[in-house]
Each structure stands twice: as C-alpha cells, then as structure tokens.
C-alpha cells in the first residue's frame, strides 16, 4: 500500500512539472514574439523617419535649383541689355568723334587759308600781334609784379609798334597807350630791393648794439649844516656834529624818480630776437607794399632802441639814425586798375581776323 502511495505522488509531481514547464515555454515565446514585433516597428519608424526627411531636403534642393536658374537667366539677359546699349553708345560715339574730326579739319584748313591770306595781303598787321603781346605783358609786370619800370618800357615798345604802322585809323587806340603810359610814368618808383637791402643790413648790427646800464634818477643837492656858536643850541650841534663824523664812514644820498633796472641775460638775447623779428616784419610789408606794417614795424623797432640800447654809442645812434630815414620812406602805391589800351588792341585784332576768316569761308562755298 505504501509503494502504490508513493507512485502515485511521483506521477503527480511530473505531471506538475510538466505542466509548469509548458507555461514558462509559453510565456518566453509571447515576450520573443512581442520583443521582435517592437523592433519591427522602431525599424519601420525610423526607416519612414528618414524617408520624409530626405523628401524634404530633395524639395528644398529642388527649390533652390530653380532659383539658381532664375537668376541666371535674370543675369544673361541683363547681361545681353547691357551689351547692347554699350555697341549702340560706342557707335553714337564714334560717329560724333568723326564728325567733329571733320569739322576741325574743315576748321584749320579755313585757318591755314586765312592766316596764308593775311600774310600775303596784310604783312604789316602782324606789328598789331607784336603791339597786343607788348601790352599784355605789360599788365602782367604791372599788376602782378608791380614792376613799373618794365611796364612802361613795354607800354613804349608797343606804341612803337603801332606807329610803325602809320595807319590813321589807330590815332584812338594810340590815345589810350599815351594816357597809359603818362599814368605809369606818374606812379613813384619804390626801391624795394634798396629798403630790403637796408633793414637786413640792420638785422645784422642789432647783435652788435650796447645795452643801457641802469638808469638812475639824480642825486638831490644835500646842504651841508654848520654848528652855530649860540650855546643853546648845543642840543642841534651835538646832532650835526655827529653827523658830520658819521659821514666819514656811512655816506647816505637821497633819489627821486623811476629808475630803469639792468636786463638780465636772457631777457638781453630776447630783446634783441624781438628787433630782428620787428626788422623782419617790416621786410614783409616791404614785400607786400602794405605801409602800415611797415610802418607800424620800425616804429616799434625804434621805441625799442631808444628804452633799452645804450643812447651814448656811436652805433646805437647811426642804428635809430637809419631806422628815422626808413621812416620817411612811403611805400603806398595807387596802382591803375586796368590798361586802356589792352582791350581796344584785342578787339581791333580779334575783328581783322574774324573778317578775315569770313571772307575765305565765302571763297570756299
């Protein structure tokens, strides 16, 4: 009985296990089942993933391809517009440039023609061309140079030339040379180079000038006092009297009035710098003809001089000597403002030669 028990239990601890393990073999299948099916699909997520985006960057690709061929198109045709407009501007070009070569050829040839004209007809009006030179450089010298001397050398030169030409038609336009040349005859000459000549020559002795001592004002007359013999007066006699030895060793004198002290050195080098550089101004306005700076310039050169340099020296006195002569000097010139005689040359030359250009462009048609 006890065997048959036993066989019966193990029978059903088999079918147990059995059974159990049919379960476990269950349930490992679902998970591997259910394990490949998520990779399936995580597979087919990221596949589709990938899949729209390379859609989308194949539509953008595509996009940009068409405005690139856009644009190239836009930029031919510009390109063909711009070329176009350039081949008919060169040609506009070309034919004014021809156009205008054959109008200056035409031109110098009629200017060949008439100068060749006037020489045969008319030798003498090339004195008219030599007066006109004449008196433009004649108010060349004047107003830009203020070379008056030369101006009215010029200004005769050119009336010469006019009369040469004995040609009563021009008594007017030798009027107006006579009156020019009697305007600048009138006008003072300055000797620029003389005065410039002058005041460096005074720069160079400014170094060479004594200084002043100190200026002391005089010394006030003291009156001696005597002792008096009336004896009551010993109190003021006892005074004098030691006054009186005193005086033998401590002399004490008395001054009124502004004393002028010494300079110092630097102020000696400085001093003597501002009189160049006064000098030197008024070299300017010499330059410049302008009267006031110069003589705005020496008259300070001369205060200077006469507070500072030693008055008693030879050179100090030959120094404001001249600084005085250049004083005298008026440097102020009332120049003309034109020439009366340049314009009625000019026209009476520009209307000969106009008339006769005139006559050989008639001949040529």
């Not at 009124?256 to 070299?283: D, R």
């Amino acid at each position: 009985m006890t065997d048959n028990h036993n066989n019966t239990n193990d029978t059903r601890a088999e079918v147990s296990a059995s059974t159990q393990a049919k379960t476990n073999k269950n349930k490992s299948q679902k998970r591997a089942t259910a394990a490949i099916i998520l990779a399936v699909l995580l597979t087919g997520s990221v596949i589709a993933f990938e899949a729209y985006q390379y859609t989308q960057s194949q539509q953008i690709i595509d996009q940009l391809k068409a405005q690139v061929n856009q644009l190239n198109t836009q930029l031919n045709q510009q390109v063909e517009t711009n070329q176009e407009t350039i081949k008919k501007q060169v040609t506009t070009l070309q034919h004014k440039l021809e156009t205008q070569a054959e109008q200056q050829s035409k031109s110098i040839k009629s200017l060949q023609l008439a100068i060749t004209d006037i020489k045969g007809r008319r030798p003498n009006d090339w004195l008219l061309a030599e007066a006109d030179y004449l008196v433009k450089m004649a108010g060349r010298k004047l107003f830009l140079e203020h070379d008056v001397e030369s101006a009215t050398q010029l200004m005769i030169s050119a009336d010469q030339r006019i009369s040469a030409l004995n040609d009563p038609s021009l008594v007017s336009l030798r009027e107006a040379m006579t009156d020019d040349i009697t305007q600048l005859k009138s006008l003072p000459i300055i000797d620029k180079e003389g005065l410039i000549l002058k005041l460096i020559s005074l720069q160079k002795e400014v170094d060479q000038l004594p200084l002043a001592n100190a200026l002391l004002p005089k010394e006030e007359k003291q009156q001696q006092e005597v002792v008096s013999e009336d004896i009551n007066d010993w109190q003021t006699n006892l005074v004098t009297s030691l006054k009186d030895f005193a005086g033998h060793f401590i002399t004490f004198r008395t001054r009124e009035g502004n004393t002028t002290p010494l300079l110092s050195p630097t102020q000696h080098f400085y001093l003597k710098e501002n009189v160049k550089a006064k000098l030197e101004t008024a070299i300017k306005g010499v330059y410049v003809e302008n009267n006031d700076i110069y003589q705005t310039s020496l008259n300070v050169t001369q205060e200077w001089s006469s507070k500072f340099f030693n008055q008693q020296s030879i050179k100090v006195k030959e120094f404001n000597k001249e600084i005085s002569n250049l004083q005298e000097k008026d440097i102020t010139v009332d120049y003309p403002i034109k020439l009366k005689a340049q314009q009625p040359l000019t026209d009476l030359i520009s209307e000969r030669l106009r008339r006769s250009v005139s006559t050989v462009g008639q001949g040529d048609k």
